[in-house]
């Protein structure tokens, strides 16, 4: 007998404010604790040692988590020039110091505009990627270092903020896939004295920005109800899809797993909704076939 689960059918997408110290799927539980949700996921882990913004997504919003995993993000990140160390940040074992030269801010705004654009990046041994069933920070606490295939990433901007005492603070707007630690590594090697993570906050994902997070204490001193205003609606992510409006006859056949024929010249994925209810994902297909794909269901 499968085992109960415990909680409300909470539906709705919280942008976290992540504190250093704690890991994402622990600040996760903790959200999903305090608003007693019966469902929750996070999209897209931050380190312990990293901070901000989250995404958070509960009840139904789960089935949305793909698309903001496949959103760009913007991060703030600080890079420590002339220290390498085994795991890409201040956590690792430092494994070589080098004298960092004296760089005038133009060679670093060149430095950075040359990562602008799209190239293959090695990803870091200290990360999830799996070998062999493995995941490589498993292999790496053991001492074992494999060959990682490179991944095509695209860096949008890459802007100058800070310098001073061989730290560069920069801003970062890149794709799905990119691991910071290793665009740190890789800046340092170009800087020719190489280079690690010391701070790190993500401060967007897609169009949701930093400024519309919450902390956990901001959490903690809110009432239910105000905990559940908050939140963003389940079909905010997917603004970008065309919407299909259904009658309510056409409503049943999609929430039956049923395909349609509506006449409509739209092809790809849709947004269905009824009575402006948000009824979940389909497919136009040529000819005007609407195939529902991902259906939601938002009752309480």
Known sequence: MARAKFGCDIHGILLLDKRLGVSSNRALQEVKRLFNAKKAGHTGSLDPQASGLLPVCLGEATKTSAYLLN???????EIQ????????????????????????Q??????????????EQVPPMYSALKYNGKKLYELAREGKTVVRKPRLITIYELQFIDYQQNRLTVD??????????????????VLGCGGSVTKLRRLAVGNFAIEQCYTIEQLQEMSGEQQREILIAVDEPLISMPIINLTEQQAQVIRQGQSLQ????????????????????????????LAPKKLYHLHS
Not at 87 to 98: C, S
Not at 106 to 119: E, H, I, P, R
Not at 172 to 189: H, M, N, P, Q, W
């Open 71 to 77: 959103e760009s993000k913007r991060y703030q990140v």
């Open 262 to 289: 509506i006449d409509e010249s739209t092809e790809g994925m849709v947004r269905i909704y009824s009575k402006q209810v948000f009824l979940g994902l389909g497919e136009m297909i040529m000819g005007g076939k």
């Open 81 to 104: 020039l002339g220290v390498v160390t085994d795991t890409g940040d201040a956590e690792g074992v430092v494994i070589q110091e080098k004298l960092v030269p004296e760089f005038t």
């Open 106 to 119: 133009g060679q670093l705004n060149n430095c950075l505009n040359d990562f602008v654009g799209s190239y």
């Open 172 to 189: 970062v707007r890149c794709s799905k896939g990119t691991y910071i630690r290793s665009l740190a590594e890789d800046i340092g090697d």
